[in-house]
């Protein structure tokens, strides 16, 4: 398996701009995350799916960003308006926790955002 | 979410052993501990978890006090790509996978 693979691993963009994440889980995980990593907040949970349903998003910062998850195998992370203090490494991970409880979670090689 | 408590960094030299921290005093009784690593300039990866015996695996090893108040990670060689930021994170199935600021380990050649 290639593993979680996220799409761009580098996107530049205006203040303003609408900004889309990519994800493709590891294939028959259950269990999708995104994160959002920054030097001052560390790993910020933002989102997870269950079964491609929303679970939690209560670490959502605001209405601005939005996350989907459409099938098991695809989720985009949104941001509309973005803003410079949404630069960050934004990382996807899933996990086949449904089945085994307490597996791991395999990150993908996130996506470096910088609003300008 | 129960919490842990990690010291910001440490220092090892190379080919020592190396033996990090964390504290969980409000665990409970199902909460899993597990630690993960994020080498520079990539996403966390999976190191080790357990319950309440002590684990071995190729990367690590995890000590887990009698009262699962507290645990350690034992890297027993460490070596220069073993420099990375370390999180001891409780897992509760069904529950958030939170990370906390972990501890940033240098390797000293």
């Known amino acids: 398996d290639a593993g979680v693979i996220q799409s761009p691993r580098h996107e530049v963009t205006e203040m303003g701009q609408e900004v889309t994440l990519r994800c493709k889980p590891i294939s028959g995980h259950d269990y999708l995350f995104w994160y959002r990593q920054t030097m001052m907040r560390g790993l910020e949970l933002l989102i997870y799916?269950?079964?491609?349903?929303?679970?939690?998003d209560s670490g959502m910062p605001e209405d601005r960003f939005s996350a989907k998850m459409p099938n098991a195998s695809f989720s985009t992370l949104k941001i509309q308006p973005s803003e410079p203090r949404d630069s960050a490494v934004y990382f996807c991970?899933?996990?086949?926790?449904?089945?085994?409880?307490?597996?791991?979670?395999?990150f993908g090689s996130g996506t470096q955002l910088s609003v300008l | 979410d129960a919490k842990t408590t990690q010291p910001n960094s440490m220092e090892s030299n190379e080919e020592e052993p190396v033996h990090l921290p964390c504290n969980h005093s409000?665990?409970?009784?199902?909460?899993?501990i597990h630690w993960y690593r994020q080498l520079p300039s990539q996403g966390p990866e999976y190191v080790i978890h357990g319950l309440t015996s002590n684990v071995n695996n190729r990367m690590a090893s995890l000590a887990i006090a009698e009262d699962r108040k507290s645990s350690t990670l034992i890297l027993h060689r460490a070596t220069l790509r073993d420099a990375a930021v370390y999180y001891c994170i409780l897992d509760n199935y069904g529950q958030n996978f939170v990370f906390g600021p972990g501890t940033r380990l240098s390797v000293l050649p």
């Open positions: 409000t665990i409970s009784g199902t909460d899993y």
């Open positions: 991970a899933s996990s086949s926790r449904g089945t085994q409880i307490n597996e791991k979670l395999f």
């Open positions: 799916f269950n079964n491609n349903v929303p679970i939690d």
